[in-house]
């Protein structure tokens, strides 16, 4: 499996709601968090709901001064200006990460992502996920397909061989 290739991302549930309705384009935070081109990114919903049922492939990550980010992303940010300036506040980059494709996935529970998955802890910013955790036959097709998009766009030169066990 090419789980080197898949994240867990902490997120309220209003913007992976958005993410996954495709009205929010855009992942912003405001440090590198480690999403390269083609990354399956497991939206992790943060308390109340604990849950992933949701996550896109990462396109590029681009770093620029806030107000330049701004003013060439807004329309796909899917926040208002307001909560935008507050976040960034102090900073001197802006980091955002386009959004591919994004993709809805049958929930999982916190409760139940521990038990399949020993040793997750829900991710401040995000995590690797690792080796020895279970990856549903949805997120393997959905980054299967995200990187054979990006590949036959010629973005992405690697190929992807996934291992599947049903």
Sequence with gaps: MQDKHIKALSIKQVYAERIIAGTKKI??????????????????????????????IADKTISLSPSKMWNQYRQIMGVDKEFYDIYFENC??????????????????????QKLCPGFVPPQATINWREDWYVPVEWLDALHKGRNELMQEER???????????
């Design 92 to 113: 001197e980059f802006a980091y955002g990460t386009l959004i591919h494709q994004s993709f809805s996935f049958t929930a999982l529970s916190l409760k139940q992502i």
């Design 27 to 56: 992942e912003l935070r405001k440090r590198p968090i480690g999403m390269e081109l083609g990354d399956l990114v497991l939206l992790y919903e943060t308390t109340p709901d604990s849950v992933i049922k949701g996550g896109f």
């Design 156 to 166: 992405l030169g690697e190929q992807l061989n996934l291992l599947i066990s049903y």
